[in-house]
């Protein structure tokens, strides 16, 4: 049995989610645009997900676009906000953003920038938040759209979105954010933004699902074009992917006051951690987290760096399965990008390891995993 401490990269499908979602997958062809009996159970279907993923951030379901990813859903709100921008006020040419975004929202970023825009992105301090005071001496006139995601992916460090939002607000900007990560772990009000990234395989529902809100009257052009959705996205719905995200989404409200009892595990883990490994430390451990996520820098008795991959391998075999950050770069050579913005050297972010917990983990996994460090300590460090 796999003890499964990577639920950052993905999670696993919930049963509930499972047996909301087979009858959509086994029962008879329907698709939601269609006049008939089934077509019209689908479109049911639909409309009653998209009220529960709503629910969730208190939003209206109308004001929801389902995607197929939460990379889709940043996507259609950048690009949709930007390429409406260019036709209606041509003093905007500035967007921000910061250094510890998920990969596909940077790249993203560095696409716009070879088309002509001008790009900030906002340095992070140790603890892996921007200042807003960085920001509010960034953002002007001429800022279009701030991005800014609600919580880091490989920290869990929680990012401070309002602020961000009531200055990019202030100086008539939009406010993106990325709660990807955030959504079913923690409180989530769309209130602040103008636009706001989900994923459903992150909360327990299925892979290929995700969802945008829009708030009503901002700027949208889709990126798809099609009848669905509203003209806002095109193409035939997902049906059983959005039905399970809607499961999910009300099982992680359900399961939302449950995070204290995350939180206990992923403090014990951590406690144990930096007990069994001298000189081991929290990345990001001073401010408000991810109950959830802790990010681990190891080092050996002298505070040098340990080979991280090393110890994720090990760890493997033993059938404890970790990450050593976002799980599209883990894999490559490079340092993660969120680690060395936060000021640690390319060999310290190779020498941490991530442990993202879920509603599922136990006390009898973490004291296993603990179970394990010792022996692997002086393996790694002795060796
Ligand atoms: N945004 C954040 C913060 C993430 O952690 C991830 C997943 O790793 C994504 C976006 C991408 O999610 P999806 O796989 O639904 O595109």
Redesign the pocket.
Known sequence: MTIYLDN??TTALAPEVREAMLPHLFGPAANPSSPHGPGMAARLAVGEARAQIAALIGAKPADLVMTG????A?HAAILGALRTLEETDHTRSHIVTTAVE?P??LALFEDLRQQGWRVTILPVNADGLPSLSDLGAVVTERTALVSM?WAN?ETGVLMPVAGASAIAHAHGALFHT?A??AAGRVPVDCGIADYL?L?A??MHGP?GV?ALYVRKGAPFRPLVHGHQERRRRGGTENVPGIVGFGAAASLAALWMDEGELVAFLRDRLEAGILARWPGAQVNGGRVARLPNTTNIRFADGRGRPVDAEELLTRLDRAGIAVSMG???SSGGNEPSHVLTAMGLSGAEASASLRFSLSRYSTAAEIDAVLGELPALHARLVAA
């Open positions: 950052n990269a990813s939460a990379a889709e940043t998920h596909s929202t995601m992916n990325d990807a990560q990234t994923s395989h992150k892979k995700g976002a799980a599209c």
